[in-house]
């Protein structure tokens, strides 16, 4: 299903990527599962565990700005990092009004994602 260019494996509680680092690299999980956190007013707050197949760090793929969430292994997890050329190639073979309206909607969910961000950091 996906075009997988190296794998990875992390013990529990081991993270994954951090949020607000940079990298654009998208993950598919092999095995295991990956808690998908953010930091609000100091606190963890989890807001996804995610299970085999599932894909994660797409948003700093498509919208290229840094991570929006922190990934952290639960259990012993294996994760794939799909290939940056062929998912650049698939990418750009959409048609460019479709790639246009994706990369809005990516840049709209950013936009959300920081401005409830904001109003949970500031209700504190």
Not at 9 to 38: C, M, P, T
Not at 40 to 67: H, P, Y
Request: net charge negative; proline share 1%; glycine share 10%.
């Amino acid at each position: 299903m996906f075009n997988v260019a190296s794998e990875e494996a992390y013990q529990d509680g081991q993270v994954i990527f951090e949020e607000r680092s940079s990298g654009d690299w998208v993950y598919v999980i092999l095995s295991g599962q990956v808690e998908i956190s953010k930091a609000v007013g100091g606190k963890k707050m989890v807001i996804e565990v995610l299970q085999i197949d599932d894909v994660f760090g797409e948003l700093a793929f498509l919208g290229g700005f840094n991570r929006t969430a922190t990934a952290r292994a639960i259990g012993e997890t294996t994760v794939g990092i799909l290939d940056r050329v062929s998912l650049d190639e698939e990418f750009n073979k959409l048609p460019s009004d479709f790639r246009t309206i994706l990369t809005a909607v990516v840049e709209r969910f950013k936009k959300m994602i920081d401005r409830i961000w904001g109003e949970t950091k500031e209700g504190s």
